[in-house]
Nanobody
Framework: QVQLVESGGGLVQAGGSLRLSCAAS????MGWFRQAPGEDREFVSA???????VYEDSVKGRFTISRDNAENTVSLQMNNLKPEDTAVYYC???????????????????WGQGTQVTVSS
């Protein structure tokens, strides 16, 4: 069973930065999704087992996903945060059968508990 533990959420003013981390029980292709109140869970960013990255358009140039394979962690550095980035952020892992990154919720088999990110204006 894959275990994912997220950390790093919080409250920040617009223009500020936060760093989210997700500790996994192994090396997987990973992704970050977010869900605002009343909205569907949406894709933010993903990274393959080998480091290839993909981003949702609204976060390109502001967010950076990275991985530390020695520690089995994936991080999401979020800069220049905006109020519309406010959401619960979820870390997700793909089945070990897949090494590529995916932007689709259906591509992920394991999910973290979520961490709240609130950006005040």
């Amino acid at each position: 069973q894959v275990q994912l533990v997220e950390s790093g959420g919080g409250l920040v003013q617009a223009g500020g930065s936060l760093r989210l981390s997700c500790a996994a029980s192994g090396r997987y292709a990973m992704g970050w999704f977010r869900q605002a109140p009343g909205e569907d869970r949406e894709f933010v960013s993903a990274i393959s087992s080998y480091g290839t990255t993909v981003y949702e358009d609204s976060v390109k140039g502001r967010f950076t996903i990275s991985r530390d394979n020695a520690e089995n962690t994936v991080s999401l550095q979020m800069n220049n945060l905006k109020p519309e980035d406010t959401a619960v952020y979820y870390c997700a892992a793909r089945s070990p059968r897949y090494s590529s990154a995916s932007r689709y919720r259906s591509g992920y088999d394991y999910w973290g508990q979520g961490t709240q990110v609130t950006v005040s204006s």
